[in-house]
């Protein structure tokens, strides 16, 4: 299943070390804004691997 895929590790990692770093008080809004920034990119590289993996899935073999 998608969820276990030791491809998306790596980048769901990332994706909580962005969600943590976004909710650090001590970063100024420069660092906050890059943290979201992060963050968004992250999610926007998961949704892709997800639709990658969905179509794979719905080929035949």
């Known amino acids: 299943p998608l969820g276990e895929s030791p ?3 790596a980048p769901v990692g990332r994706l909580l ?3 943590a770093h976004t ?3 001590t970063l ?3 660092q906050r804004h ?3 920034d992060a963050a968004r990119a992250t999610v926007a ?3 892709k691997a997800a639709r990658q993996a ?3 899935a719905r080929e035949p073999r």
Do not use: I, M
């Open 34 to 36: 890059a943290a979201h």
């Open 23 to 25: 909710k650090d008080h």
């Open 17 to 19: 070390a962005a969600v």
């Open 28 to 30: 100024n809004a420069d």
């Open 7 to 9: 491809a998306l590790a």
């Open 54 to 56: 969905s179509h794979a």
């Open 45 to 47: 590289h998961l949704r």
